[in-house]
């Protein structure tokens, strides 16, 4: 001891004399690698078909036990909801013991345990075990199930769904594995309110006899027991367990959509949207590319340091946590999903993001670092796992359940490090999909499906389809939240205050409009004349006409050539005086919403047609129009024209905008007015 | 019959606690101040390396609320020696697991690895106290990653503002820092400069103001020297942070809040009290009240409220005790219409009934045993033990309380339960809290 004292302060003495001889601009070696020292579990069979695992661990005076049933996943159909139900009666009063006894017996013991129709766990200090184990048993193998308490556990259950109706997160688990396994399938049934009701007493109790079976399943103990102390435990109080097992049934197949779309949840109060990129993955632990299937799905998106994390994240700062999972399946196939939480404005963007991150795993190789990175987090996280003496445990159920090697533990980290950078691509190739992936977003559509429906990828525009909560098919949600009773007569009557009123409008006859523009070196003169029901528009370049659009009721040509009969009905909504006149009586107007134009809010009101489309833009605040877009649809392909118009000014008590800016072949132009004439120089022969 | 007999049975073992596990442990300071607490436990290959600093919300300045979290993340953003970027794969690339966190009282950040990396731990910590990179860069990317943060834990996480108490304590505390929140305000950060950031490294992140903390599979004589090495030549920018104290009035006059929450449909009815600091032995006690009233299906809001009543969804009552001040809160999420007056006369006698009738000898013995399965529980983790010992030494002043802890559970008698019910959860020492679905009216704000 004395030894020990005098050495501690030759350390803080030769600490406070001497330089350290650190470099500290390399990354310290490592010691050479610990051993791990894993006890093996134990394990036996009872009677019944029951196999027993147990780890020894006497460092604590606990322990813990883990009943597993290895019971095949339940389609519950219109009973959804009795599997939970059963749980939560189970364990709450036995054929033996009142409720309120039971429960205080528990508590009283400081332990904790769980049973259901599929096993179930306990953990109480060793002194206790005899007492609680018994406890455990009495739940298990004698449970009462009455209507009173199946009346309230029903209440619960209604409530707690009711709880989890604004929450998008809960939202998003529901629709996530409805709308990729599909809602007949036992890990895509949403339990509802109404299917909660359909449980009867008499369905819980068929429910907990056809399940709770012990001959397909395993009891793991781990802490201060030995294999004695469990065999003689076991046979205290399992003792009457006869064997049984539950059949696997058919589960109804399920595939990937053909090509990657986009199913949209709108839940109006979220503040983020639920983003998932989903796949099914066939991958199981006994094939073969498992460990590369980790290794990939780690590189993604399995740590923060991965492709996902480090662009959603790190680089974009989208969201707080980005990451990816790829599971296996026993039953039936599982499912890849690359999830995140991001805020409402880079949903498209960041949808976008976890996708490029997906293809590109699948198509570039993986830096050699990376990779060599991923396979010591895999080697560390091996041995930090072995703190918990109960993973000896775990890995042996595993190896049973999955039908793994038994030395599969024994070459996982073997394995790992054989995975090559060739290996990653290929498997990422195989189980991850960009390509046929189902995107699921649940989230605010007033705020973020506008840009969601323009997301495109891989060259193409990604279908939006829509559900409700509970993953059925629903109309498109409104994007926007107008003020209660406006429409679109309104907005288009505030226009025509706003540019002058009514008197002034009525006492206009005609109209020209004269704006000039220079581009490209050259002046173009836009004249625009306008009668009640007719207009005209001549483009002219250095004074020569190079374009005269005219338009009537009933027709319209260009260049004198007649336009297509349902392109010209399109356009009488612009022969007049003022568009918005026409508007005023067309049952082809509708007030679409608010969008913001320059910063500032504006309505936005649709003309729809069959070839051109208008959108005119009125701003809230003064009424007047301040853009326009005109989107042309031939043949299948669209084409937007833009305008904003601003400064307006007075000219005979109207007003109108001193300047029209529009994009020309890439190129801002802007058509300054330089001349307004009111009631003089238009005659019908302007519009023949 | 049978049941007496039962509790027979069980009074047989009082006074035979199995030892819980001792936490042996070894602590030192180097002349730069740097306190250090060394855990040698080589059950299994793995180390833990923490540093925690004193220094945490309530040490914010007016105006930059969220600035000691939003530090907390900027220093992973690098050091001299390690890239931007970098910090989370080192970690990783050397089979490890890392992360931080902030409270009102201190800033903590670990790392665990295989054993055989202690020295990167070590290397790592001294970086991070020595020369971290504090860029315009890493504040404008951590700005939005907090706000995701905020998003996630708060505003978009159903009942956030109970869990985060950023619905309560800003009820409770009107002069003490504890009533701000420790995620901030987002204005605040903002408008956070740059110059702000490095001189609150300055002031706070220096050997003097922390406390290290190494455990697990160490050899402690090697150990001593790696830190020596490490953080043995970081010098002091600054005095290690002295607080001065900021007395909160208590209540005297029940205080009435009404909080929305647009996640939830289930509305809570919440009561909260200001209680005692950590260190305070009435702040166990109020552990075991909380244990009374909702530990388990046999507890005595659970029984009455929850099964026999049927007027409660779920019951909670947590205490959590801080540096300064402690918060004791209990509520219900309310099935049915709620009948608040109702519900309010069930809690309040719940409380009464602690107030004048000393608890049953069975109920105490129930508390003794559940704290203790909680205590044997509570060091099973390194990574755990590491925390702890840092928490205990720089808030509580003694690492060795880590030991004593269940001393003092057992300590608490069951008159100390009546005392300290009657002297801190009176109805005019609390706010009463009306949870409720949807979002706040307009007019309020």
Known sequence: ?688 | MKKSLFTLALFMFVGLYSTAQKVEFEEYKLDNGLHVILHQENAAPIVTVGVMYQVGAKDEVEGRTGFAHFFEHLLFEGTENIERGEWFNIVSANGGRNNANTTQDRTYYYETFPSNKLEIGLWMESERMLHPIIEQIGVDTQNEVVKEEKRQRIDNAPYGKIIYRTGINNHLFKKHPYGRSVIGSMDDLNAAKLDEFISFNEQFYNPNNATLVVAGDIDVEETKKMIQDYFGPIENKAEANVRKPVVEDPITETRYATEYDANIQIPAYIFSYITPKSVDKDAYVLDYISSILTGGNSSRMYKRMVDQDKVALQVLAFNQASQDYGTYTMGALIKGEPDWDSLKATMDEEIKKLQTELISEKEYQKLKNQFETRFVNANSRIEGVASSLATYQMLQGDASRINKELDIYNSITREDIMAVANKYLNPNQRVEIKYLAGSEPESDK
């Open chain 1, 1 to 688: 001891m004395k030894k020990y004292i005098i050495f501690t302060l030759l350390a803080v003495f030769m600490g406070a004399t001497v330089t350290a001889q650190i470099d500290r601009t390399k990354i310290p070696e490592s010691g050479p690698m610990p051993e791990v020292n894993l006890g093996e579990a134990k394990e036996f069979k009872l009677k019944n078909g029951l196999t027993v695992l147990v780890v020894t661990d006497s460092k604590l005076p606990s322990l813990n036990w883990n009943l597993n049933l290895n019971n095949p996943p339940v389609y519950e159909g219109d009973k959804a909801g009795v599997q939970s139900l059963t749980s939560a009666l189970m364990g709450k009063e036995t054929q033996l013991t009142s409720k309120d006894d039971f429960s205080e017996k528990i508590d009283f013991l400081g332990a904790s345990m769980n049973v259901s129709p599929n096993g179930g766990f306990g953990f109480c200090l060793s002194k206790y075990t005899d007492q609680v184990f018994s406890l455990f048993a009495e739940a298990a193998l004698q449970p009462k199930f009455t209507q009173e308490e199946l009346d309230f556990e029903k209440e619960q259950l209604i409530e707690g769904i009711k709880s989890g109706e604004n929450s998008a997160a809960a939202i998003a688990g529901n629709v996530r594995s409805a709308l990729l396994y599909g809602k007949n399938h036992a890990a895509g049934e949403i339990i509802t309110e109404e299917t909660v009701n359909n449980v009867t007493l008499e369905d819980v109790n068929n429910f907990y006899k056809e399940r709770f079976k012990p001959s397909n399943g395993y009891i793991l103990f781990s802490g201060d027991i030995t294999e004695k102390q469990a065999k003689s435990l076991l046979k205290k109080y399992f003792r009457d367990w006869d064997k049984g097992s539950v059949e696997t049934p058919e589960y109804p197949s399920f595939e990937d959509v053909p090509t990657t779309e986009i199913n949209f949840v709108d839940v109006p109060n979220a503040v983020q949207t639920e983003l998932a990129v989903m796949s099914v993955s066939p991958l199981k632990m006994s094939d073969e590319d498992y460990h590369a299937a980790l290794v990939t799905n780690y590189i993604l998106g399995g740590a923060f340091g991965s492709y996902l994390n480090m662009n959603l994240r790190e680089d974009k700062g989208y969201t707080y946590g980005a990451r990816s999972s790829l599971g296996t399946g026993r039953y039936y196939n599982s499912s890849f999903r690359a999830t995140t939480k991001v805020r409402n404005e880079i949903t498209d963007s960041a949808v976008v993001e976890t996708l490029k991150e997906i293809k590109r795993i699948r198509t570039e190789p993986v830096d050699a670092e990376i990779l060599a990175n991923a396979k010591a987090k895999f080697l560390g996280s091996f041995i930090l796992e072995s703190e918990d003496k109960a993973v000896a445990a775990r890995r042996a159920l595993r190896i049973r359940t999955n039908n793994l090697p038994e030395d599969f533990y024994k070459n996982y980290i073997a394995n790992i490090d054989k995975v090559t950078i060739e290996d990653v691509q290929r498997v990422a190739d195989k189980y991850l999909a960009d390509d046929k992936a189902r995107i699921v977003l649940v989230g605010k559509a007033a705020d973020v499906l506008e840009n969601v429906e323009k997301i495109e990828w891989n060259g193409k525009k990604l279908p939006v389809k829509y559900f409700d909560k509970e993953a059925n098919p629903t109309d498109r949600p409104e994007t926007v939240v107008l003020p209660e009773g406006l429409t679109a007569e309104t907005v288009l009557n505030n226009y025509l205050t706003a540019i002058g009123g009514k008197e002034a409008i009525d006492k206009t006859t005609s109209l020209i409009l004269k704006y000039e523009a220079s581009a490209m070196g050259n002046t173009i003169v836009s004249e625009e004349k306008k009668l009640d029901g007719k207009a005209s528009q001549v483009l002219s370049m250095g004074g020569n006409p190079m374009m005269t659009v005219i338009m009537t009721k009933d027709k319209a040509t260009m260049n004198k050539n007649p336009l297509p009969e349902n392109m010209a009905t399109d356009m009488s909504v612009l022969a007049g005086l003022f568009p918005e006149l026409n508007m005023l009586s067309s049952d082809k107007v509708k007030l679409a919403g608010i969008e913001a134009v320059d910063g500032k809010d504006a309505y936005k009101v649709d003309v729809s047609g069959d070839v051109i489309s208008l959108s005119f833009y009125y701003d809230v605040e003064s009424g007047l129009k301040v853009k326009e877009v005109q989107t042309t649809n031939m043949q299948g392909r669209t084409q937007s024209q833009e305008t904003m118009l601003k400064d307006y000014q007075t000219y005979e008590g109207l007003k109108f905008p001193n300047v029209r800016a529009g994009s020309q072949m890439g190129q801002v132009i802007e058509f300054k007015l330089i001349e307004v004439k009111i009631n003089e120089g238009v005659s019908d022969q302007d519009f023949d």
